[in-house]
């Protein structure tokens, strides 16, 4: 399976994004997704999750009521809307596929597939 992330760029604090990540080789449903991001220096940090069924997401509480995660089968493609980014959200965004979340869904090491990353800035 692939990942394609796509959709970033440099955006205003208080404006909006979309990011998305297409899945090529399986359909989408086969897989609980998620999207992680990264700075330099940091460890690579969890930022939303949803459940191959779709019936359950999950959200870090730095972007909880900002962000929301979707995914969309037909298209196979699972999407980030980042609504109100601030500063503190700039970093390299990856979508990730994980074949079952197991125990911790938040954990980098859970997940088996990644997309190659799309950088997001935000200035204030």
């Known amino acids: 399976v692939q990942l394609q992330a796509s959709g970033g760029g440099l955006v205003q604090a208080g404006g909006s994004l979309r990011l998305s990540c297409t899945v090529s080789?399986?359909?989408?449903?086969?897989?609980?997704m998620a999207w992680f991001r990264q700075v330099p220096g940091k460890e690579r940090e969890f930022v939303a999750g949803?459940?191959?069924?779709?019936?359950?997401?999950d959200y870090a509480d730095s972007v909880k009521g900002r962000f929301t995660i979707s995914g969309d089968n037909a298209k196979n493609t699972v999407d980030l809307q980042m609504n109100s980014p601030k500063p503190d959200d700039t970093a390299v965004y990856y979508c990730?596929?994980?074949?079952?979340?197991?125990?911790?869904?938040?954990?980098?090491?859970?997940?088996?597939?990644w997309g190659q990353g799309t950088l997001v800035t935000v200035s204030s």
């Open positions: 990730a596929a994980a074949r079952s979340w197991g125990g911790n869904r938040r954990r980098w090491l859970s997940y088996h597939y």
């Open positions: 080789g399986r359909t989408l449903s086969s897989y609980d």
């Open positions: 949803i459940s191959k069924t779709g019936s359950l997401t």
